[in-house]
Every structure is written in C-alpha cells, then in structure tokens.
T-cell receptor, first 111, second 114 residues
Framework: KQEVTQIPAALSVPEGENLVLNCSFTDSAIYNLQWFRQDPGKGLTSLLLIQSSQREQTSGRLNASLDKSSGRSTLYIAASQPGDSATYLCAVPSNDYKLSFGAGTTVTVRA | ETGVTQSPTHLIKTRGQQVTLRCSSQSGHNTVSWYQQALGQGPQFIFQYYREEENGRGNFPPRFSGLQFPNYSSELNVNALELDDSALYLC?????????????FGSGTQLSVL
C-alpha cells in the first residue's frame, strides 16, 4: 500500500524567503507525481506534474524535483509572497484511477 | 476555476441521517471520482465512476454509495451518518485518456455531522 508523507506539517516564513516542501512515498514504482495547492475549505488546484522519466518540472517561481529511487520529491517556491499562503499536497497514483495524497504542508507567508 | 461544480457547499446533519451530495463534471469528462478529506488530512479516495458504472473503490463501507447519470454528473450518498463522516467531500472529473494526470477538482461540500 502506498504511503505518502509530507514534512514539515506547517511552515511560516517572512515574505521573500524561499520555501522548501518535502514529500516522500513508500512505493517507488510510480509513473508520475503531482503537487496541488489547496486554499482553506476549497478544492485542489494542480500546480505541477512530474512524469517518472523526469527529474524536474518548473512553472514560474515553482520548481519540483523527483527522485524515484529514494522515494522523494521536493517543491521549491522562490521569493515567497503572502498570496502563496495555502496548503500544498503531493499525490502519487496507486493505480489507474486513484491518487494517494500526503497530509499536506500548510504554508504561511508573513508580509 | 475548474468546470466542476458541487452542491451544496455546506451541510449540517445529525447522526443516523442520510445525505446526498452532487457533482457536475467538467464538459467532456466522463469519469468522476469522489474523495473524503478530514480536517488536517489529505484526501482519501472513496470511489470512481466511468460511464455510469463504479470503476474502483477505496476502503469505505457500503453505506457510502454513488451514482453517475447519462450526462456524467454524479451523486455521493451516505447512509446512517456517523460523527467521523464530518469532512470536506471533493469531486474530481477526468477522462480515461488523461486519467489522473488531468484531474479537475470542485470546491467541495463541507459536511458536519452533529
């Protein structure tokens, strides 16, 4: 059974600082990994998807890396802004139709 | 904003009651998945529907059931509500071709069971 863990559970940084969010998974036989953003009481927005053949994926200030062999992914957010305050979740597919999610990292960026 | 809409946005029920949550999928999407997200946790997969048939199920008891209609909209029904059913219920739509790579989530229904 795939287990996904995210560390830390919460993070508070001053505006402008870079953010590093970690995700680990137990079964390395994945074919992709996604990072999602969730605002309080809201649905999920996909930020980045990394295929198993890729090492990195970038979108604007966001960069996600994937190390399948060690079962880890890292999301970097450069030059954080108060608008980046949200919960960030990583997810891996357990089969063709199901995603297994971590519990998320709740980020607060202080102005 | 995705094209996935869920109703109602909030709901309060008492233990033992039944509830129906609704989801309209993104245009062109024939697959709908339901997830339960307890406070402070990640979403947990409940089940998926494809062309009106259940296509996969997570570790949830039979009192969680669903339907998908010919227009691909979907319902989640929960019978005999328990306090632990209090959670945010998320619906996501996709196509089989894109699978979990293009999941569009609705804003969810917040269910409180008293």
């Amino acid at each position: 059974k795939q287990e996904v863990t995210q560390i830390p559970a919460a993070l508070s940084v001053p505006e402008g600082e870079n953010l590093v969010l970690n995700c680990s998974f137990t079964d390395s036989a994945i074919y992709n990994l996604q990072w999602f953003r969730q605002d309080p009481g809201k649905g999920l927005t996909s930020l980045l998807l990394i295929q198993s053949s890729q090492r990195e994926q970038t979108s604007g200030r966001l960069n996600a890396s994937l190390d399948k062999s060690s079962g880890r992914s890292t999301l970097y957010i450069a030059a954080s802004q108060p608008g980046d305050s949200a919960t960030y979740l990583c997810a891996v597919p357990s089969n063709d139709y199901k995603l297994s999610f971590g519990a998320g990292t709740t980020v607060t960026v202080r102005a | 904003e995705t094209g996935v809409t869920q109703s109602p946005t909030h709901l309060i029920k008492t233990r033992g009651q039944q509830v129906t949550l609704r989801c309209s999928s993104q245009s062109g999407h024939n697959t709908v998945s339901w997830y339960q997200q307890a406070l402070g946790q990640g979403p947990q997969f409940i089940f998926q529907y494809y062309r009106e048939e259940e296509n996969g199920r997570g570790n949830f008891p039979p009192r969680f059931s669903g339907l998908q209609f010919p227009n691909y909209s979907s319902e989640l029904n929960v019978n005999a509500l328990e306090l632990d059913d209090s959670a945010l219920y998320l619906c996501a739509s996709s196509t089989p071709e894109e699978g979990n790579e293009k999941l569009f989530f609705g804003s969810g229904t917040q269910l409180s069971v008293l």
